[in-house]
């Protein structure tokens, strides 16, 4: 016989079923069920099979620790593996598939591996599998990949919605069983702004399932009464369904809302699951304790049960675990849960108390076997009997149902998150955490406390402590201190003697055998066991095999468990699901957008669009008949050295400086002078990191005497600006220069090519004829009639005669506008960063292709710009290294192919002519490449060794991954117009 | 006892009683010609190194815990030579070839399985970028595939590929990368140590360095004095804390690097493949644990836990490239502490002071080195001459301007 | 390190908000302090297990530069100031 | 000389307009795009002392036109527009103890506001809003998830936000995504 929900009793809603399905196959629960409770209510007790040995397994607990119970939910997208069914509030529609089988639950041809066993202990596969070396991968490891894992992940994505919060409060409670509804109670009257989170989908802990009266009241109506008083406190939220999951530093906490995981019909305007990152001033852990295992022969057989889980599906949700249930115990709570199947009209054969001495004052119908052992479960997918070593003799009862206590373990794994280290205590039988850290109490059973009277005094007490420690000066303890009368037993690790496999680690089939094993292999510390047998690293992360196994390997190694010491605890309590770590920022949204001030007028004007860190720039712009990218951006760069261009340039970086030492702190972050730089004037700057490599590079206008207006390189805007703050701020605090980045405010506008002045002197009020703005003028201007003042700079990275124009963000548009207009008669074309890169490459000027954080301004042919009359700047000192100064440095050169005709790519490698390829005869690299329509050939930039001594070399461009080797011939980096004849024009 | 097929089998019908310990737990001797401070992975190659291949092994690998507790057993089991400069390169691919030969040569399966390992890129310039790497990369021989968008769709459509932020364009493949099972590595090189004579000593932390003369005589350490021909610095994240106890400055930070587990799920991702428009990694063990991991948390730390932005950081990128992911749940993150070195390359050299010699500053990318830096780190000091392979990594090579800086962002430890 | 550093200017805000740059321990030294010494400052690290002063840029908040000083084993913040208002002597030693 | 209306494009002239989300539970968020006019970047010189009585007389002399935000730092906003001679003609009012930046365009200002806007917010900032920690008037730039913004407190149910333009509509993007949960009207003004 096996489990059934009986016809009344428990927290369910009978007058609302839930329809479900398992495995396909439709059954029906109740509102108030969990999947696990349900599946009970259907009699399905094999609902898994184990990870190594497929061995059959039913549910084991009520919770968190689930080992066995894993299944997978939801359908597509929403497809979840591994998921405990124990903590899956029932919904209708819900659908719930077994894992780790084949072809069913029920017949698994994997279960073959249980027969294999002794040839599959603790770390067999470090020992074979070695022969022939090339079987690993071919044979060997998809085998075992496909025989290993759990659940099957969906690769489709995810159609819901997550979010991640934040959360302040004086007081966080994390558990709402007794000590935490006190520890609530309590500091919710002392006004505090309280937090209290739970797991569980009706907050309660173990009040829920108690069937004692708490200081004379039933313990339902002191939980109801506790939480409508909560209920009322505008100063206390209670978050049911959400797990605290992790302490971090300054007492962050990291918790997950289980928002909408209990339907099957998902609100769109909401997140399925919402993260929590909690600022508590204080908190109190009131996770309460875990029910131990005990370690005997067949203790997975499904119908095996942990006798508080059963005794919690018994009171919540009426679950009559079967017909006949033994109970094992070595510790009180045996006797509460066979108490209340008595009280259930259920049949307990026995009581098989592992004790001799602390043996309860038993009342009800069943015998009491004190001192004796359950040694062997029997049965295969079901518990059939119960082998008991009782007086020195065997006897076999017969049941259906075994419930098994081992004593408690408390919860300390939040206490564990930062640091501190469990201490064994030989008076609680319990690794226990320092009770006070800075910022975290830990209260009730967690804290190794014992009965509810005393939890809840506990709570109360401590979270009275915390806040007045906080302020709170009129804080009352809600409850008052009782006497804890409760026993703590001798830990019993295992039962002797056992024939079947007793199981440590349900879940990754952890036997005792091979703990043993590990301690005779020298694996006996407990991290190095833990690896060796994989014990505790299943999903439950140990929380029912950890303590088991150090009292296994304590005895094995004749030590004390302190001496054993634990596994580390590390986040997260639970498992967590990526989406909720992910929130909102996912897809599209993975990162924000950042939108030039241009943008909609590129793209009316037909640009194509390519990401350049946050921002979307304009990359060419196709006109009708264009086929191709390279069409249009011969055709922008023809037309721009022909005629003129217009370029969106507000992406770079723009940054106000004022300040009367403003000059001087810039000639100090640039290698190059400024101080002297007279207003008016736009000048290139070189700026170097400390250890002497470029940094970035950019131009500086002095706008005033002391205003300056900095432009940098798109991709480096923010780490320059965060730059000259630290050197402003830490490095010389004694001057005056303060910064503000401007690089939204204006649209910058590049208007180049040798009509350019002729189309902007149409907009511009003043005279910029060259004599009245030669090359590198900055001022500001009147446009448009003195409509709006802008800035304007003649400098030019296309080596055309070339302004940048920057006008207020808003009229960047019009203004963009405007000048299309002004130059149509002039055959005006936008063009992209396509363009203009082809127009810097033929002109020699570098970007962080070239500024690649490894090269010097004499790299670069820079060598003049290093100031040495100033007596600092930022590099100076250490640009006379002996590596920096070496003779072979790779320096830049152009490169083109022999043949017009040929190509070459970008990242190819130089070698000389008819060298053999190998690392040592690399001479340097292509940094920068395109095709030149002014030459008819590919060009290029290159970093090779002793650069410029070898204009005119001949040799081979190297390209193997496209099997690309291309004769070319090393020359200036200056492919065209080397006069600057243009650029003066 | 030899590890085989057989072996297992004959045992198992004895009842596995006859296992022997996988390596001993001796009292430490007073003096050893070498004494190696650090148990973990390239303390342990360098000790089985210096044995089986150099001679010596009058050794002692000294480890204040258990071994293999450091970065060994706390990386994400990647392996791979997919370097750029020429002081990296040749390196990595000498390990990756021992990689290649190990299990036999220590006989312990430590499951190297070369999966392949792709680098995706999003634009352009980091297109460039991996073209240079990949042919650095041919130029000495390692295997190197520049893949573009539908080859890595075809192997990978479950990428996101259609609604991402940054489109993936395509990726630099390694095919002999992959991934090896990090623990086994550590105790297959104990074990080929301990059976040629190496004493490794755990529990036993050092507590100081003594000198006579200016030259090293020993360490005292919790299990007293014990004296040494040559000290080995091979601690990885504590090398600091070690040198100070000679006071010697190194160019290193110790930082938090954070990594990930998922729970077990069937095959789901064969090859290691790294996200290029965001920190994040992945591969699968054959345990079916998604193994995953981001950037550094950025600070420096001792502390072996990280912080929860940087998780979620990770978890974000994560999702950003396999949208999939959503709803995979993370079982675990931990933290090991990395030796940042000021340019992202590592240390092996000898030391301004006699007999002491350094291996460090291997950043967050020791595992995949562990072979070839335990080989060339016990020809350093069997030979006192460094080896041609890791010739390039000298201590001073930042005074002289000589540094390996793949990422080129210079002497900020976090930015590497 | 903490989840939230307690901004001199602006109160507790969490690490997104931040930029780290490293040891604040060590002054820049004047320019003729010799190769020594600049090698000291730009490569070589205290990297102390314990008490640490760090540089944080509080980025996305009031921009100053601050010198966070922490416990490198523990994560505790000691104090956190701004780097404006160290004196050269707090700086670090000058070389 | 080209003549032509100098059009003002909007910051939010591409963002969602219209009411999303749940249907009316009474909590609806308001967002609003608020008038792009001016906006005062004031940073103070070294060792130019308090300020805090200077600063104002560039203002307009509404509720929270000034807004710090930092030391030696403030955000001075008003609904109308300068041009950059009116702003230069502010700068003798600071006694040369201070700079002037012109944001006008550069920062763009949402409100936000309705029962739940705290809850709101809080779905991306780190700073605590609730009224005790944070009153009317008060200012913080922090981040809102992956941005940067200025949030200063209007109201008890109102906020307004200042956020770099080229962002702007990212932020408003979100806004409205964390706003769905209670219904939201986004008025951009189109």
């Known amino acids: 016989m096996s489990s059934y929900r009986l016809p009344k009793g428990g927290r369910i809603d009978r007058a609302r079923p839930l329809n479900f399905t398992f495995d396909g196959k439709p059954m029906q629960g109740l509102a108030g069920d969990t999947l696990a409770s349900a599946l009970l209510a259907n009699g399905r007790q094999l609902v898994g099979r184990s990870f190594k040995y497929h061995r059959p397994r039913g549910i084991l607990t009520a919770g968190a620790a689930e080992p066995n119970a894993l299944v997978t939910i939801g359908e597509g997208g929403r497809t979840e593996a591994n998921t405990r069914a124990t903590l899956v509030e029932l919904y209708s529609g819900l659908t719930a598939k077994s894992q780790n089988r084949w072809p069913s639950v029920d017949f698994d041809l994997g279960a073959v591996n249980s027969l294999l066993s002794p040839f599959l202990g603790a770390g067999f596969y470090y020992k074979t599998f070695m022969w022939p070396a090339a079987f690993w991968e071919k044979v060997y490891e998809p085998i075992i990949r496909k025989a290993a894992g759990l659940g099957r992940a969906t690769y489709e994505p995810d159609p819901d919605a997550y979010e991640k919060c934040w959360a302040h409060c004086d007081l966080l409670v994390i558990g709402a069983g007794p000590s935490g509804l006190a520890a609530a109670l309590t500091a919710g009257r002392a006004g505090a702004r309280v937090i209290l989170a739970d797991e569980g989908f009706e907050p309660g802990g173990s009040l829920l399932s108690e069937t004692a009266t708490v200081g004379g009241k039933s313990a339902a109506d002191l939980l109801a009464k506790t939480l409508a008083e909560l209920a009322d406190m505008p100063n206390v939220r209670i978050f049911s369904r959400t797990t605290v999951f992790g302490w971090y530093d300054g007492n962050v906490f990291g918790a997950v809302e289980s928002v909408q995981k209990n339907t099957a019909t998902v609100d769109p305007n909401r997140p399925v699951e919402r993260i929590w990152r909690i600022a508590a001033k204080q908190a109190i852990l009131a996770s309460g304790a875990e029910e131990r295992p005990l370690v005997f022969g067949g203790n997975d057989i499904p119908g095996v049960m942990m006798a508080g889980a059963m005794r919690s599906y018994l009171n919540r949700q009426a679950i009559a675990p079967g017909k006949n249930t033994v109970v094992f115990t070595n510790d009180e709570s045996g006797y509460q849960t066979a108490t209340d199947l008595e009280a259930a009209g259920l049949e307990v054969a026995a009581i098989v108390d592992a004790r001799a001495d602390g043996v309860s004052s038993w009342s009800g119908r069943a015998p009491v076997f004190p001192a004796a052992l359950v040694q062997d479960a029997k049965g295969g997918k079901a518990l059939t009997s119960v082998t008991v070593l009782k007086g020195g003799a065997l006897v076999t009862i017969h049941a259906d149902a075994l419930a098994m206590s081992g004593g408690w373990s408390p919860i300390i794994h939040l206490a564990c998150h930062r640091g501190a280290k469990p201490v064994w205590s030989d008076a609680k039988a319990a690794f226990l955490a320092p009770e006070i850290q800075e910022g975290l109490t830990i209260a009730g059973a967690a804290a190794g406390v014992g009965s509810i009277e005393t939890c809840l005094a506990d709570g109360a007490g401590k979270a009275a402590s915390a806040l007045k420690a906080l302020g709170f000066s009129n804080a009352t303890a809600a409850f008052v201190p009782v006497a804890d009368t409760a026993t703590v037993s001798k830990p ?79 986040p997260f309590y639970t498992p967590l699901s990526f989406g909720a770590l992910t929130g909102a920022s996912k897809g599209k949204h993975f990162q924000p957008v950042r939108k030039s001030p241009l943008h909609d007028w590129a793209k009316k004007n037909g640009a194509v669009f390519v990401e350049t860190g946050l921002w979307y720039r304009s990359s060419w712009f196709p006109q009708a008949g264009e086929t191709t990218w390279r069409e249009s951006v011969d055709r922008e760069v023809l037309n721009v050295r022909k005629n003129a261009g217009i370029c969106d340039v507000s992406t770079l970086g723009k940054i106000e400086i004022f300040g009367k030492d403003a000059a001087e702190f810039l000639n100090r972050v640039y290698c190059n002078a400024f101080l002297k730089l007279p207003v008016g004037k736009a000048r290139y700057g070189l700026m170097l990191r400390e250890d002497g490599m470029i940094y970035d590079d950019g131009t500086t206008s002095r706008l005033g005497e002391t205003h300056f207006f900095m432009t940098t390189t798109t991709a480096y805007a923010a780490g320059v600006m965060n730059h000259l703050e630290f050197c402003a701020q830490a490095l010389w605090p004694e001057l005056d220069v303060q910064f503000a980045s401007s690089t939204d405010q204006w649209a910058q506008i590049a208007v180049a090519g040798p009509k350019s002045r002729l189309i902007l002197q149409a907009l511009v009020d003043e005279d910029i004829s060259d004599a009245a703005f030669p090359f590198l003028g900055a001022k500001e201007v009147s446009l448009c009639g003195g409509k709006l003042t802008g800035r304007l700079f003649r400098i030019s990275f296309s080596g055309e005669l070339a302004y940048e124009l920057a006008v207020p963000a808003g009229y960047g548009e019009a203004i963009a506008d405007a000048i299309m207009e002004a130059g149509k008669p002039h055959g005006i074309c936008p063009y992209g960063v396509e363009a203009l890169g082809v127009m810097r490459i033929e002109k020699g000027h570098v970007t962080h292709s070239e500024i690649n954080g490894t090269v010097i301004p004499s790299d670069l042919g820079f060598a003049k710009m290093v100031s040495t009359a100033k007596p600092d700047f930022i590099g100076k000192a250490m640009l006379l290294r002996e590596g920096l100064t070496a003779e072979d440095r790779l320096s830049l050169v152009g490169v083109k192919p022999l043949d017009p005709a040929t190509t070459f790519k970008t990242g190819s490698h130089i070698l000389s002519e008819g060298a053999v390829p190998s690392l040592e005869n690399d001479q340097g690299y292509v940094s920068s490449s395109c095709y030149s329509p002014n030459l008819g050939s590919t060009i290029g930039l290159a970093l090779v060794k002793h650069g410029p001594k070898r204009h005119g070399e001949h040799v081979t461009v190297w390209n193997d991954l496209k099997n690309e080797y291309t004769k070319a011939v090393l020359c200036s980096p200056v492919f065209f117009d080397p006069e600057n004849g243009k650029l003066h024009g | 006892m030899r590890y085989s097929a057989f072996s297992v089998f004959l045992n198992a019908l004895r009842g596995n009683k006859d296992w022997k310990p996988a390596w001993r737990s001796p009292v430490p001797k007073n003096h050893y010609d070498v004494v190696i401070i650090g148990g973990g992975g390239h303390g342990l190659a360098t000790a089985y190194y210096l044995a089986k291949e150099f001679g010596v092994t009058n050794v002692a690998v000294l480890e204040k815990g258990y071994i293999g507790s450091g970065n060994v057993g706390r990386n994400t089991t990647i392996i791979r030579s997919n370097y750029l400069l020429q002081g990296n390169n040749p390196f990595y691919e000498l390990s990756m070839k021992l990689w290649e030969g190990l299990e036999q040569d220590f006989n312990f399966n430590a499951m190297v399985s070369q999966r392949g390992v792709l680098n995706l890129y999003h634009s352009d310039a980091q297109r460039d970028a991996y073209t240079r790497r990949g042919n650095a990369m041919r130029l000495h021989g390692v295997d190197a595939d520049l893949l573009d968008r539908n080859t890595v769709r075809q192997m990978l459509p479950f990428l996101d590929f259609d609604n991402a932020r940054f489109p993936i364009q395509g990726a630099l493949m390694q095919k002999r990368g992959g991934t090896v099972r990090h623990d086994a590595v550590a105790w297959g090189y104990a074990r080929g140590a301990d059976s040629r004579g190496v004493d490794i000593i755990q529990n036993c932390e050092v507590t100081g360095i003594r000198r006579e003369n200016g030259r090293v005589v020993g360490v005292e350490t919790s299990q007293g004095f014990i004296g040494c021909g040559k000290l080995a610095l091979a601690a990885a994240g504590n090398s600091t804390v070690v040198a100070d106890m000679v006071d010697m400055k190194l160019p290193i930070e110790s930082h938090v690097l954070q990594a990930f587990v998922s729970e077990g799920l069937k095959p789901f991702i064969d090859n290691v493949v790294t996200f290029g428009a965001g920190h994040f990694y992945v591969s699968q063990s054959d345990k079916g644990g998604l ?111 000589r540094m390996i800086d793949e990422k080129g962002v210079g002497s900020q430890p976090n930015l590497h | 390190m903490a989840s939230l550093i307690a901004c001199p200017h602006c109160g507790p805000r969490p690490k997104e908000e931040f930029t780290v740059r490293g040891d604040a321990g060590i002054a820049r030294p004047v320019p003729d302090a010799g190769e020594d010494a600049w090698y000291a400052y730009v490569y070589l690290r205290d990297n102390p297990r314990g008490r640490h002063k760090e540089h944080w840029h509080h980025t996305s908040g009031c921009r100053r530069w601050l010198v966070v000083e922490r416990d490198t084993m523990t994560h505790a913040i000691y104090a956190v100031s701004d780097a404006g208002t160290q004196d050269a002597s707090t700086r670090g030693e000058t070389a | 000389m080209v003549d032509f209306a100098l059009h003002h494009r909007p910051a939010l002239a591409d963002a969602k307009s219209g009411s999303f989300g749940a249907p009316s539970t009474g909590k609806r968020i308001t967002l609003a795009a608020l008038p792009e006019g001016h906006v005062l970047q004031v940073l103070a010189a070294r060792e130019s002392g308090d300020l805090q009585s200077l600063i104002p007389r560039i203002g307009d002399g509404t509720h929270h036109a000034v807004r710090p935000y930092g030391p030696g730092q403030w955000f001075v906003i008003g609904d109308a527009p300068l041009s950059a001679a009116e702003i230069f003609a502010k700068t003798p009012l600071l006694d040369g103890k201070a700079s002037i930046s012109d944001q006008g365009h550069g920062r763009v200002r949402i409100g936000i506001s309705g029962w739940a806007v705290e809850t709101v917010l809080a779905k991306g900032t780190a700073v605590d809003l609730a009224i005790s920690n944070f009153p009317v008037g008060h200012s913080a730039m922090t981040l809102i998830g992956h941005i940067s913004a200025l949030i200063t407190r209007a109201g008890t149910e109102s906020f307004e936000l200042l956020v770099l333009r080229g962002f702007a509509e990212s932020l408003w993007d979100e806004l409205v995504q964390m706003s769905l949960e209670f219904g939201v009207d986004a008025h951009t003004g189109k």
């Open chain 2, 291 to 401: 193994v995953f991991g981001g950037d550094i948390d950025g600070y420096n730390s001792y502390a072996q836990r990280g912080n929860l932005a940087t998780v979620e950081h990770v978890a974000e990128a994560g999702v950003a490239m396999i949208p999939a992911l959503s709803r995979v749940r993370v079982l675990r993150s931990w933290g090991g502490v990395m030796d940042m070195s000021m340019d992202g390359s590592p240390i092996i050299d000898r030391t301004p002071i006699d007999n002491l010699y350094l291996n460090a500053g291997w950043c967050y990318g020791g595992f995949k080195a562990t072979p070839a830096s335990g080989f060339c780190y016990a020809h350093l000091i069997a030979k006192n001459e460094p080896h041609e392979t890791g010739r390039a990594f000298r201590l001073d090579r930042f005074a002289r301007g």
């Open chain 1, 492 to 570: 019993l690790w295992r039962v002797h003697g056992s024939k079947g496999k007793a199981f440590v680690d349900y879940q990754n089939d952890v036997h005792l055998k091979d703990l043993g094993l590990a301690v005779a292999e020298g694996y006996g510390h407990v991290e190095l066991a833990k690896r060796y047998t994989t014990n505790g690293m299943a999903t439950d992360q140990g929380k029912l095999s950890n303590i088991n196994a150090i009292g296994i390997l304590a005895e094995a190694r004749k030590v004390s468990p302190a001496d054993v010491g634990t596994t580390t605890f590390r």
